[in-house]
């Protein structure tokens, strides 16, 4: 089956502008998860939708927000681009779960969207 | 929210089995232990996942002691397309539910030498 897509690879943005990066789930899964790629810091979690809420979110400014659609597809939008929002973002998908006890859920990773903000 | 450590970095060569060692004191009662590896430019990849004694499949083991402080991933039979990030990680896994709180520590780097 199609893994976890996500779009553009690349983008090239000038600061202050916005930006919005699609992923696109592996089909059934309707958890997506976004996280923030840099050398420095290491992959770090920006938040969590599943089922068109979002259901977590990590310790990022405001600036960051997304979404997700019927389809289970999310999308990240970032106002006010700084150089430093320049890095990897990736998503995940997974079945998503649920319930009480210990469960394990293995999630996907896409390619990732490189943003490069000048 | 467990917090894990790491070796930085590990090297060894082909052919050789490798074990990287993750300490997670903090392990509550409903978290797994997930692997992931992750080469350049590209998405981390799960590799195995656990909760305790022993897990395999086809790419590595899984070890986990009773206490479950820690765990050991066992790459047996190492080549030089190994060579990439690890990540152990401890707790609900991500996407699973709202108590998911997805933290990624700083991942072991394994080199591989012919």
């Known amino acids: 089956k199609a893994g976890v897509t996500q779009t553009p690879r690349y983008l090239i943005k000038t600061r202050g502008q916005q930006v919005t990066l699609s992923c696109s789930p592996i089909?059934?899964?309707?958890?997506v998860s976004w996280y923030q790629q840099t050398p420095g810091q290491g992959l770090q979690f920006l938040f969590e939708?599943?089922?068109?809420?979002?259901?977590n979110k990590g310790n990022f400014p405001g600036r960051f927000s997304g979404r997700q659609f019927s389809n289970s597809r999310s999308e990240m939008n970032v106002s006010t681009l700084e150089l430093g929002d320049s890095t990897l973002y990736l998503c995940?998908?997974?079945?998503?779960?649920?319930?009480?006890?210990?469960?394990?859920?293995?999630?996907?990773f896409g390619q990732g969207t490189r943003l490069t903000v000048v | 929210l467990a917090k894990t450590t790491q070796p930085i970095s590990m090297d060894s060569y082909e052919g050789q089995e490798v074990n990287i060692t993750c300490s997670h004191n903090?392990?509550?009662?409903?978290?797994?232990i997930t692997w992931y590896q992750q080469f350049p430019s590209q998405g981390p990849r799960f590799i195995i996942q656990?909760?305790?004694t022993k897990v395999t499949n086809e790419v590595a083991s899984l070890f986990i002691p009773a206490d479950r402080k820690s765990s050991t991933l066992s790459l047996p039979r190492v080549s030089l397309s190994d060579t990439a990030v690890y990540y152990c990680?401890?707790?609900?896994?991500?996407?699973?539910?709202?108590?998911?709180?997805?933290?990624f520590g700083s991942g072991t780097r394994l080199s591989i030498r012919p």
């Open positions: 089909s059934g899964h309707r958890s």
């Open positions: 656990g909760y305790k």
């Open positions: 939708y599943f089922s068109e809420t979002q259901r």
């Open positions: 903090n392990i509550a009662t409903n978290d797994y």
């Open positions: 995940a998908s997974s079945q998503g779960g649920g319930g009480t006890g210990p469960y394990k859920a293995e999630a996907f």
């Open positions: 990680l401890v707790g609900q896994p991500p996407g699973y539910s709202s108590a998911s709180k997805i933290i």
